[in-house]
């Protein structure tokens, strides 16, 4: 099936520095892409919908500044933590829709020191 | 706003036993039903998906699941768990349009012991 794949897989960084993880869609094009976050013992919260080529809509309640997503081509797409801080510590998931079905990353463990 | 109930946040079941894992859901229209496995590691794998048609879907690694829209209900079955069907399992519904605005359940976390 189709792979989606996520750079770093975990990462720990300062409070004030930025972060971008990447989602990439390995063998297929991804018109749309998501972005989710995860809490502990928490469903999956949709953050933001990535649009190829335009800009990216975001869900009610997250900060567009802070959480900055570019989707320059059809296989890549990415997040970044701006000013990240300790409250930002999360796993953030990508997702990407192919061959009618929603295929997802493995995840990024973010910590904010 | 649609919704996803799954009551169950931990479930332990013996290897070769049945298995159910209830979801409940809360949308006005007819929904868009999914249920997706998270493995530590991995990306959540779609297990089965119901559309339209036939209530009773037949997924992935032996799984099935019934709609049932009077009980507001999808619940994930399977006749004999192996150990390797331990891991986390997640209840989602979607709007019109399949993968847009998908709503997803806290999850029930599935522990098999032999």
């Known amino acids: 099936g189709a792979v989606v794949s996520q750079h770093p897989s975990r990462v720990i960084c300062k409070s004030g520095t930025s972060v971008k993880i990447e989602c990439r869609s390995l063998?297929?094009?991804?018109?749309?892409m998501f972005w989710y976050r995860q809490f502990p013992k928490k469903s999956l919260m949709l953050m933001a919908t990535?649009?190829?080529?335009?800009?990216?809509?975001?869900e009610q309640g997250v900060e567009k500044d802070k959480f900055l997503i570019n989707h320059a081509s059809l296989t890549l797409s990415t997040l970044t933590v701006t000013s990240a801080h300790p409250e930002d510590s999360s796993f953030y998931i990508c997702?990407?829709?192919?061959?009618?079905?929603?295929?997802f990353g493995p995840g990024t463990r973010l910590t904010v020191l | 706003a649609q919704s996803v109930t799954q009551p169950d946040i931990h479930i332990t079941v013996s290897e070769g036993a049945s298995l159910e894992l209830r979801c409940n859901y809360s949308y006005g229209a007819t929904p868009y039903l999914f249920w997706y496995v998270q493995s530590p590691g991995q990306g959540l794998q779609l297990l089965l998906k119901y559309f339209s048609g036939d209530t009773l879907v037949q997924g992935i690694k032996g799984f099935e699941a019934e709609f049932k829209r009077s009980q507001s209900s999808f619940n994930l079955r399977k006749p004999s768990v192996h150990w390797s069907d331990a891991a986390e399992y997640f209840c989602?519904?979607?709007?019109?349009?399949?993968?847009?605005?998908?709503?997803f359940g806290t999850g029930t976390k599935l522990q098999v012991i032999p």
């Open positions: 997702s990407a829709i192919g061959s009618d079905e929603q295929f």
């Open positions: 990535s649009n190829e080529g335009s800009k990216a809509t975001y």
């Open positions: 989602a519904v979607g709007a019109s349009g399949g993968y847009q605005k998908v709503t």
């Open positions: 063998d297929f094009q991804a018109t749309t």
